[in-house]
């Protein structure tokens, strides 16, 4: 992103209340063992890292937006 990354963007999202409980979810290339952490404690929900099948977001994408219609 050309003004802020994707953890600068969560910590700014999760600051404002009606949006605390919007799935964010990490599209990641970097594949260090510490990157999924990171992101959670940024204040993601989830990290998928590339490359990935279709599968795989789909069940990321069904899963939190399953949670968050409850």
Do not use: H
């Amino acid at each position: 992103m050309p003004e802020m990354n994707g953890y600068d963007a969560t910590k700014i999202i999760r600051t404002i209340e009606k949006l605390q409980r919007v799935p964010i979810i990490a599209l990641t290339a970097t594949a260090v063992k510490d990157e999924r952490e990171r992101c959670l404690s940024a204040g993601m929900n989830d990290c998928v890292t590339k490359p990935f099948v279709k599968d795989t977001i789909v069940n990321i994408l069904n899963e939190w937006l399953f949670i968050q219609s409850e």
